[in-house]
């Protein structure tokens, strides 16, 4: 929650109209991302052929949006 305000602060993350809601929001998704994909990686391969690649590619568009441009 700190480096999300201190992003915010430094402008490195756009304002945002609620930013505590959004700062759990987007720790309860990789929290509950990483609970249903890391402890079935191995189906996730053998049925999609990625695991752990999916948590990266969500994270990396969570922050896409969040960032200032």
């Known amino acids: 929650m700190k480096s999300f305000f201190r992003g915010i602060e430094d402008h490195s993350i756009r304002p945002l109209e609620d930013p505590a809601l959004a700062a759990t929001t987007v720790g309860h998704c990789l929290m509950a991302m990483a609970q249903r ?18 948590l990266r590619c969500q994270v990396k568009l969570m922050l896409a949006a969040l960032r200032q441009y």
Do not use: A, D, S
């Open 37 to 54: 994909i890391m402890p079935r990686e191995p189906l996730f391969i053998e049925e999609h052929g990625y695991g752990q690649e999916m």
